[in-house]
């Protein structure tokens, strides 16, 4: 009898389930907090049960800080609406609209019908070409700013590869790990150099401030792309190999069928190399901003600027097709962005709007002093500091993650008197392998929205690769950090 009827009344009874816990937890308050902390800790337990349990929708378990914050007197409505307008939430719309643009030309089958011609159409290969480009991507611009690039062309291969049926073959599983392949190894490629991913900026910048002294590019890619390396070839084993092997196979038909598909694409229309253009142009300056606001102070870039400057350009530079009037569209109009998926910036609005409120109330240094008067024994820190990385970084905005943490990790070595490097990079580096849930980094969320993934699925891969993470940068940081710096 229960049974049908929690089938039938899924949902509210899971949302009851967790209002009962987080309440429970706030009128306990088992850790004696302030009763703000005890707030917001309450509403993020409750957020991140909805979140894991796939109650309501996640972009609207995200909005909850809208209604919760001002009711419950922690945040005022126009101070917690900020976080909403928060500049990646508009990296993410321009990052999109450049995806909605290659999507509609066709450029992304132009590209993934090649991408499967270099690879070959057996699943593995496919996946570990991804991987492969994906992470090389990554080492030089944003996580997020590599997955919107390949989003869009790893579609387009889902629905090549899906035409040609073969019995035996396990089509869910191919484009699940197509999908994590791209996001996964966004955030891994990022760790390999300074600028691959934003929280290595921000502990590089704090590090350097605090210490005068200076971090080179050659000394963290020495340490961290054999790092990034191994883990990439990790990801594929796990996924491909051990998890969910498609067992796709190569056959003549498929390979047919790509030449048939690339014949019938003809030569590139305006269209489509305009839209090129514009992705290259956007690529290019993400690749060298630092070098143009270096050499001049006339404008000053940064990625969310860029991302916006090829929103709007989209919608300016004309297709070179006209319509019954004689009037050239642009490459995009307003009524093509109905495909966005709109829920993935309310999501990260909610995750950064959760992270700033933990922080104001002083939850995460809670957590630094109890771990800095964990253990004297440095191994295990730095074990201890990569495990608790990894894991806080998939509820929470990793950029502030290493914001506030990077004065307590620095601390902690001060007063231990080691190298605070030896803190630091483990902190940094566990803050862009989270990979068990959507909110986790900006690049798990972009594939989440694909279908493609289910929850149990994200958190099945993401622990393996938490785990294999957490291992491998804490035996890479004890054993070089000290030869490299």
């Known amino acids: 009898m229960f049974k049908p009827l929690f089938s039938q009344y899924k949902s509210q009874i899971l949302i009851f389930i967790g209002v009962l816990i987080s309440f429970g937890f706030w009128y306990l308050n088992p850790f004696a907090f302030e009763s703000a902390s005890s707030k917001v800790l309450s509403i993020a337990i409750l957020m991140i049960f909805l979140w894991v349990s796939d109650a309501l929708p996640m972009p609207v378990v995200a909005v909850f800080p809208l209604v919760l914050f001002p009711l419950f007197k922690i945040s005022p409505l126009d101070a917690t609406a900020k976080s909403f307008a928060n500049p990646v939430i508009f990296l993410f719309f321009g990052g999109f609209m450049l995806g909605l643009a290659i999507e509609k030309w066709h450029l992304h089958r132009r590209i993934a019908l090649n991408i499967i011609r270099l690879t070959g159409t057996k699943g593995d290969r496919i996946v570990l070409g991804f991987i492969l480009a994906t992470g090389l991507l990554s080492m030089w611009l944003s996580n997020t700013a590599t997955t919107m690039m390949m989003y869009p062309i790893a579609l387009s291969v889902i629905a090549v590869i899906a035409k040609n049926k073969q019995e035996g073959a396990n089509y869910p599983f191919f484009n699940m790990t197509i999908m994590l ?77 790509m030449n048939q598909e690339i014949k019938e694409l003809g030569p590139m229309s305006i269209a489509e190399k305009r839209v090129l253009f514009v992705f290259i142009l956007t690529a290019c300056l993400w690749i060298f901003r630092s070098l143009i606001n270096g050499v001049q102070s006339a404008v000053k870039l940064d990625d969310t600027v860029i991302a916006m400057i090829a929103a709007i350009l989209l919608f300016i530079i004309p297709s070179g097709i006209r319509n019954h009037e004689g009037v050239q569209s642009p490459l ?48 295990l820190l730095i074990c201890l500091i990569t495990v608790l990385s990894i894991f806080i970084s998939e509820v929470m905005s990793n950029v502030a993650q290493v914001i506030v943490f990077a004065p307590v990790v620095s601390s902690m070595a ?72």
């Not at 998926?341 to 950064?352: C, Q, T, V």
Request: with cysteine; glycine share 8%; proline share 5%.
């Open 181 to 257: 392949a791209i996001a996964y190894a966004s955030n891994i490629g990022g760790i390999a150099t300074i600028i691959g991913t934003p929280p290595n900026v921000a502990y590089i910048g704090y590090f350097q401030t605090k210490y005068g002294s200076e971090v080179d590019f050659m000394s963290w890619m020495s340490i961290a792309t054999p790092l990034s390396l191994i883990l990439l070839f990790a990801l594929y084993f796990v996924m491909v190999k051990w998890l969910y092997p498609s067992n796709i196979i190569a056959i003549r038909e498929s390979e047919n069928l």
């Open 332 to 379: 995009l109009r307003w009524e093509d962005t109905g495909k966005m998926a709109w829920g993935i910036l309310l999501l990260f609005g909610g995750g950064i709007c959760l992270a700033e409120a933990l922080e104001k109330v002083g939850l995460i240094s809670i957590l630094g002093d109890w771990l800095s008067g964990s253990t004297t024994n440095i191994f």
């Open 414 to 485: 001060d007063s231990l008197h080691i190298n605070p490097l030896l803190l630091g990079i483990p902190m940094t580096l566990a803050a862009s392998c989270a990979g068990m849930l959507p909110m986790g980094t900006p690049p798990n969320a972009i594939v989440f929205a694909s279908n493609h993934i289910k929850m149990k699925d994200m958190i099945k891969v993401g622990f393996v690769m938490n785990v294999i993470s957490i291992i491998l940068i804490t035996l890479f940081v004890w054993y070089f950090v000290p030869l490299v710096f």
